[in-house]
């Protein structure tokens, strides 16, 4: 027995919060896909890109007023995301805990009868994503870490990164994490959100869901192994 | 054939409870799985050894009373009840492990037994029609698409077994709790409830302590009578639908 709380603080209500701030992160995900691609229109293009998202909708909007918006949005979907996992992965281990060791001592079928990898590694690949977050903001937002050298401008900060060939190693195993994380958490956003109602309807869904978790691994994977390559700049 | 059981023993709600193993040397593929445990179990009885305790009441798929998970998964390899299952689906030679069902919401009474009560509270706190008593109406003035009168009766199908909830990864009852949701809230009796029915039943089986659901589907895939997973969508939007009528 858990504390009695309302609809309004039920695992329903939670995992709604979950998938919408979900989406509006693979929303973000998108634009940011986009202006990476800008890469291969070269310098000037990309730290143009890059400097009127500072100056876009002025004057209406202070110098970097968008950019702001878009931060607290996506650090509040972040803080929403991460908190209603915790809570619910809480939940589902007191759930399933009843006595000690493993919840059942058989050895076999320990995948049950269909559960995929995606949804094995939603969990843990969420945290490796959230510290790949960290890793990628101190890396090309602020440039603390510069492997093959810093610099102020984006293009070259980029180029210089995805020169190292252990950059795009770590850049690849974030970006599968995210594929994998996708692939289950948006056919789950859909679930939550009510789209599942018919057979017609979990086909689109997951066919939405393979669609956005493969163009945005690959869309992401495309500059670094380009630059890698040598087919840049 | 001869085959290996591994089976949860446990003597009260108390006792730490461990795996024990029997050898079986004469069983036949045409017995049921419980009609195996009751061979074994007579064997224990003439031996003086206290029989193992298993739930099963009309042995023919419709009761829900019996449920056991057979090598790590809820009702075994087939889609079925426990009792539909027969021992042509294990080769001569195999281990098979036996245990309760696992949930903190079910706890185990003894050895094979749990306590399902929380399946019922949540019955309780909505699962139902307040209709008025009296005659019948005439059936045809209450016109019901065939497809939501298909989909209502799919989900009406659901026996109360747990099997979802042993199943899940999360120990979730998100399904039985939406086949009810589902089942009622297709036909036009439900409809004057279906908000409190909603409202109530998640409410209650948050308060029970099970999971919550992340959409895997290893309910729908252990369901012997096959609810399908869109139930608990439409358990998800009937809720969420609720919230923004300002219903709570």
Not at chain 1, 2 to 8: E, F, L, M, P
Not at chain 2, 19 to 37: A, I, P
Not at chain 2, 165 to 187: Q, R
Not at chain 2, 216 to 236: H, V, Y
């Amino acid at each position: 027995m858990t504390k009695r709380v309302g609809a309004r603080r039920s695992t329903v209500a939670l995992k709604a919060l979950m998938a919408v701030s979900g989406l509006i992160m693979v929303g973000y995900l998108l634009l940011h896909m986009y202006g990476n691609l800008k890469v291969f229109s070269g310098q000037v293009a990309f730290d143009e890109y890059s400097h009127h998202l500072r100056t876009i909708g002025e004057p209406l909007l202070p110098e970097s007023g968008l950019l702001w918006i878009i931060r607290v949005v996506l650090l509040a979907a972040i803080i929403a995301h991460v908190y209603s996992a915790v809570v619910l992965t809480v939940r589902d281990r007191k759930a399933t805990r009843t006595g000690s060791g493993p919840r059942y001592k058989s050895k076999q079928n320990k995948r049950g009868f269909q559960r995929s990898y995606a949804s094995f590694t939603l969990r843990w690949g969420g945290v490796i994503i959230f510290l790949f977050i960290i890793f990628h903001l101190l890396n090309l937002t602020t440039n603390d870490i510069a492997p093959g050298g810093a610099s102020a401008s984006p293009y070259e900060r980029v180029l210089n990164t995805f020169g190292e060939w252990y950059m795009v190693l770590v850049y690849t195993i974030a970006l599968l994490a995210v594929g994998f994380h996708l692939r289950h958490g948006v056919w789950a956003a859909g679930m939550t959100l009510g789209a599942n109602t018919s057979v017609k309807a979990r086909r689109n869904l997951n066919v939405l869901a393979y669609a956005l978790s493969g163009i945005i691994t690959i869309g992401f994977l495309i500059p670094p192994y380009a630059i890698l390559f040598g087919w840049v700049g | 054939m001869k085959i290996t059981v591994r089976v949860w023993r446990q003597a009260n709600p108390s006792d730490e409870g461990k795996m024990v193993g029997y050898d079986l040397d004469d069983v036949s593929e045409h017995m049921s799985f419980l009609e195996m445990l009751d061979v074994l179990n007579e064997r224990l009885t003439l031996e003086g050894e206290e029989p193992i305790a298993f739930d099963s009441d009309c042995r023919e798929g419709i009761c829900g009373m019996c449920g056991l998970v057979i090598n790590g998964l809820a009702h075994g390899p087939e889609r079925t009840t426990t009792c539909q299952l027969h021992m042509r689906s294990f080769k001569d030679g195999d281990v098979i492990d036996i245990e309760p069902w696992r949930s903190s919401s079910f706890p185990v009474v003894k050895d094979l037994v749990v306590d399902r009560g929380a399946f019922d509270r949540i019955i309780q706190a909505g699962g139902y029609i307040s209709a008025p008593t009296g005659s019948a109406p005439e059936a045809n003035n209450l016109p019901v698409p065939k497809e939501n009168a298909d989909h209502a009766f799919e989900a009406a199908t659901c026996i109360g077994c747990g099997a979802c909830v042993a199943a899940c990864p999360n120990g979730s009852a998100m399904l039985f709790t939406a086949a009810k949701i589902t089942h009622l809230g297709l036909l036009p009796q439900g409809q004057p409830e279906r908000a409190s029915r909603v409202l109530g039943m998640v409410e209650q089986h948050d308060h029970e302590g099970f999971g919550n659901c992340t959409n895997i589907g290893e309910c729908t895939a252990a369901c012997p009578k096959g609810i399908p997973l869109d139930t608990i969508s439409r358990l998800n939007r009937d809720l969420l639908g609720a919230l923004a009528k300002g219903k709570a």
